[in-house]
């Protein structure tokens, strides 16, 4: 155990080791096979990844890591070289995962550390929960970074948030003509708050590269955006659908609205 501004860490050699709340370092790099999910016992957890590897046995079609609904994780790394959660190499494109799944009333805060090499519709996906972005990568995976998405069917879920203070959002390609927001898709009532950090390089098959938003009749997707970068996205436009041609750094569909300052 070490101590670190009156916080004490705790290294562990696989996630099993997590066995309540507390402050978890990893001590090697981790392989686990299944989803590993927060529960009533373990509801919030800090893990510094201290410059690992947790990879991901992806050839599955479940989350990696689950959020379920008042649970926090927040992720850090404080090695000298970036800590990854990383989707294992080779595995097959029939199994469509996220690193991150965060339910309802979940929240998930990343301050460090990269997100890399899944194949899934996203890398991150809010569904109904919190995404706080401080510091870290959501980098070079064969799909979304972050997924916002909001209940169409159910008006008392709540509404997903994803704040965006630091961090970069880079690489990520999302293919197929009627597919949208390379960088960060919100669907449905849901929210983006953007105050700094960078969404860059990404590429949607369809519209939004760096960005899409849509909402529905029973609420907006709405961005706010005050600083940070959006730059060097793309969109190949290519679209069957005509209102989805466009935006290579942000595409605003059907009910949708952005707020710059």
């Avoid at 299944?34 to 529960?39: C, G, I, M, P, Y």
């Avoid at 479940?62 to 926090?72: A, D, N, V």
């Avoid at 700094?196 to 590269?209: E, F, L, M, P, V």
């Avoid at 600083?227 to 059907?254: F, M, P, W």
Wanted: charged share 15%; hydrophobic share 30%.
């Amino acid at each position: 155990e070490n101590t670190i501004a009156n916080t004490t860490w705790t290294g562990i050699n696989s996630l099993a080791a997590i066995q309540s709340s507390g402050n978890y370092y990893l001590l090697n790099d981790v392989t686990i096979d299944d989803t590993w999910a927060l529960s009533q016992t373990i509801s919030n957890v800090s893990l510094c990844l201290n410059g690992h590897k947790l990879i991901i046995n992806a050839n599955y079609n479940r989350p990696c890591i689950s959020i379920p609904g008042h649970r926090t994780l927040t992720l850090t790394d404080c090695g000298q070289t970036a800590g990854q959660i990383v989707a294992q190499d080779g595995y097959s494109e029939s199994y469509r995962n996220y690193a991150i799944k965060i339910d309802a009333g979940g929240t998930f805060n990343m301050y460090g550390g990269e997100i890399t090499g899944f194949k899934a519709d996203a890398a991150v996906h809010n569904y109904a929960g919190k995404f706080n972005l401080f510091g870290g990568k959501i980098t070079h995976n064969d799909a979304c970074g972050v997924h916002v998405l909001g209940d169409y069917q159910n008006r008392t879920t709540p509404m997903p948030v994803f704040n965006m203070f630091g961090g970069e959002i880079s690489y990520n390609t999302i293919n197929g003509s009627d597919v949208n927001g390379g960088g960060v898709l919100l669907q449905y009532k849901s929210k983006f708050n953007m105050s700094g950090g960078s969404i860059k390089n990404n590429t949607a098959g369809g519209s939004g590269g760096g960005i899409a938003a849509y909402g529905n009749s029973d609420g907006d997707a709405t961005l706010t955006i005050s600083g940070g970068e959006i730059s060097g996205n793309r969109a190949s436009c290519s679209s069957t659908q005509k209102d989805d041609q466009g935006g290579g750094g942000i595409y605003l569909g059907a009910c949708s609205n952005l707020t710059l300052s």
